[in-house]
C-alpha cells in the first residue's frame, strides 16, 4: 500500500475516533502505532509482514516518549501550571478581579469589564485558559448575576475572557508549539504580549458598546467607593504584579530562559505565599495535586502527538502535500485563508492541545515552504486557537462556565454572549495578518 494512502487514512481515522469522543491521546497514540506498523509492513522489497515491521516500531515507542518527555523546555508547562494553581490558592487572582471591580464598578459594564481584566491579570502568570475560566467564573458571575446583569453579557465576557489564557504569556500552547516547531519560547512569548492586549482591550471595546446599546443588561450598581478603598484594592495587587515582573521582565532583559523564569517564578509564588500567611500546608498540596494532574494529562497527549508526528514523517504525506501545493502556485494569502478555515472548523469540536498536535505536522512544512516568519505564524495559531474555545458545538471554555452556573443560565445563552466578543477576535486577527510587526516588534528587540 502507498505510504501517502496509509498517512491520508490516518488523518480520517483519528477525526472519526474523536467524533465518537475517543479521548485525543488514545486516538493519536493507536492511529500513529497502527500506521507505522502498516507503513513498515508493506516494505516494497519485501512480502507484507507485521511482524518483520514490530521490531522499528517497537523501537521508536520505546524511545520517543522517554527521549521527548526529557526536554529541557518541556520542563516548563508544569511548573507554569503550578504558579497558576499557587497564585490561586494564595489568591492573588482574586486580588486583581477585586482592584478592577473596585476601580471600574462606577463604569457602564463595569463588572463585566473588571471579569476581562481579572482574566488577563490571571493569565499573565498562568498559561491555561480553562484554569483561567475557571477561576474567574466562580468569583465574577455570581457577583454579575447578583448585580442584575444580563445572564449572557456575565457568562459570556467571563468565557471569551479566560481565552487569554492562550495568548498573553506565558502560555503552554506557545510552548507546545516552540517545542514541535523549534522555535524559540522567550520570542514566542514576547510575540503574543501586544496581540494579547489587543484581544483585551477589543474585548473591553464590546462591553462598552453593548452596554451602551443595551443599558438594562448591566445596571449601575447603588455604591459609593472611597479612596482609600481603591488605593487599598490596588496595593493588595503587588505579589501578582512582581510575579508578571519576574517573569516576563526577566524574560525580556534576558535574565532568564522561559524554563528559568517558570522555576523562580514557581519559588517566588511560593515564598510570597508563605510570608504574607496566605498559603497552608493543605492548599500547596491541592495546587500540587492539581498541577501534576493536569501536566499528566498534557503529557500523555503531547507523547501520542509526538508519534504521530512520527507516523507523518515516515510516510511522507507533509512533502507530497506541499508539493502539491506548490504545483498549483496557490497565493499565500489562499493558503493562510484555508489552513485558519481548518483551524476554526476543528476548533468547533476538539480542545486546543490536539487541534496543535494533529495539525502542525501538515501545516508547518507548507507555511515554511512560503517563506513565513513561524514566530509570526505561532501568534496566528495559538489566536485561531483562542477563537476555538468559545465556538460550538464544543467550546472548551463555555462548557467550563457552565458547570459553574448549572441550570441558572443556558448553555445557549452563554454561546450567544460569545457571538458578540467573536466579532472583536477576527478584527484582531485581521490585524495580527495584515501587519506581523505587531507580533515582531518585541521579538526583534530580544
Not at 40 to 68: E, K, N
Request: proline content about 6%; overall charge neutral.
Amino acid at each position: 500500500m502507498d505510504p501517502h494512502l496509509i498517512g491520508y487514512l490516518g488523518f480520517v481515522v483519528v477525526l472519526i475516533l474523536l467524533a465518537f469522543r475517543v479521548p485525543i491521546a488514545i486516538a493519536l497514540g493507536s492511529v500513529a502505532t497502527g500506521g507505522m506498523l502498516l507503513t513498515y509492513a508493506w516494505t516494497p522489497w519485501l512480502p507484507f509482514s507485521l511482524s518483520a515491521a514490530a521490531g522499528p516500531v517497537g523501537s521508536l515507542l520505546s524511545t520517543t516518549p522517554i527521549d521527548f518527555i526529557n526536554s529541557y523546555a518541556l520542563s516548563t508547562v508544569p511548573l507554569f501550571i503550578f504558579i497558576g494553581h499557587l497564585a490561586f490558592q494564595a489568591g492573588f487572582t482574586t486580588d486583581i478581579y477585586a482592584a478592577a471591580r473596585v476601580w471600574l464598578a462606577r463604569m457602564p459594564g463595569g463588572l463585566a469589564i473588571a471579569s476581562i481584566v481579572g482574566c488577563g491579570g490571571f493569565s499573565a502568570i498562568s498559561g491555561s485558559s480553562v484554569a483561567c475560566a475557571a477561576a474567574m467564573g466562580r468569583i465574577a458571575v455570581p457577583e454579575m448575576l447578583e448585580s442584575r446583569y444580563s445572564r449572557t453579557l456575565a457568562s459570556g465576557s467571563v468565557a471569551i475572557g479566560g481565552t487569554l489564557g492562550s495568548l498573553i504569556p506565558p502560555s503552554i500552547l506557545f510552548i507546545i508549539f516552540g517545542v514541535f516547531a523549534e522555535q524559540s519560547i522567550a520570542k514566542l512569548f514576547l510575540a503574543a504580549a501586544i496581540p494579547g492586549l489587543l484581544t483585551l482591550l477589543g474585548y473591553i471595546v464590546v462591553v462598552m458598546i453593548w452596554v451602551r446599546v443595551r443599558p438594562d443588561s448591566a445596571p449601575m450598581p447603588d455604591l459609593e467607593i472611597a479612596r482609600s478603598n481603591r488605593g487599598e484594592a490596588l496595593a493588595r495587587c503587588w505579589p501578582i504584579l512582581m510575579l508578571f515582573a519576574v517573569i516576563i521582565g526577566g524574560i525580556y532583559l534576558g535574565a532568564f530562559t522561559p524554563t528559568e523564569a517558570a522555576g523562580v517564578g514557581a519559588a517566588a509564588t511560593l515564598a510570597l505565599g508563605l510570608v504574607l500567611r496566605r498559603l497552608d500546608l493543605g492548599k500547596i498540596g491541592e495546587a500540587l495535586r492539581e498541577a501534576v494532574t493536569q501536566s499528566a494529562q498534557l503529557f500523555a497527549i503531547a507523547i501520542a502527538g509526538k508519534l504521530f508526528v512520527n507516523f507523518i514523517a515516515l510516510t511522507n504525506v507533509a512533502t507530497q502535500l506541499t508539493d502539491w501545493i506548490g504545483a498549483a502556485e496557490l497565493s499565500v494569502f489562499l493558503v493562510i485563508g484555508l489552513i485558519a478555515l481548518l483551524y476554526i472548523v476543528l476548533g468547533m469540536m476538539l480542545d486546543p492541545l490536539g487541534i496543535i498536535l494533529l495539525t502542525l505536522p501538515l501545516t508547518l512544512p507548507v507555511v515554511e515552504s512560503y517563506g513565513l516568519d513561524l514566530i509570526w505564524w505561532g501568534v496566528i495559531v495559538v489566536k485561531l486557537l483562542e477563537i476555538g474555545l468559545v465556538t460550538p458545538p464544543i467550546g472548551l471554555n463555555v462548557f467550563v462556565i457552565k458547570s459553574i452556573v448549572g441550570d441558572k443560565i443556558p448553555l445557549e445563552r452563554i454561546f450567544t454572549g460569545v457571538s458578540y466578543f467573536l466579532i472583536s477576535d477576527f478584527f484582531v486577527m485581521l490585524l495580527l495578518l495584515f501587519f506581523p510587526i505587531l507580533s515582531l516588534f518585541l521579538p526583534s528587540l530580544l
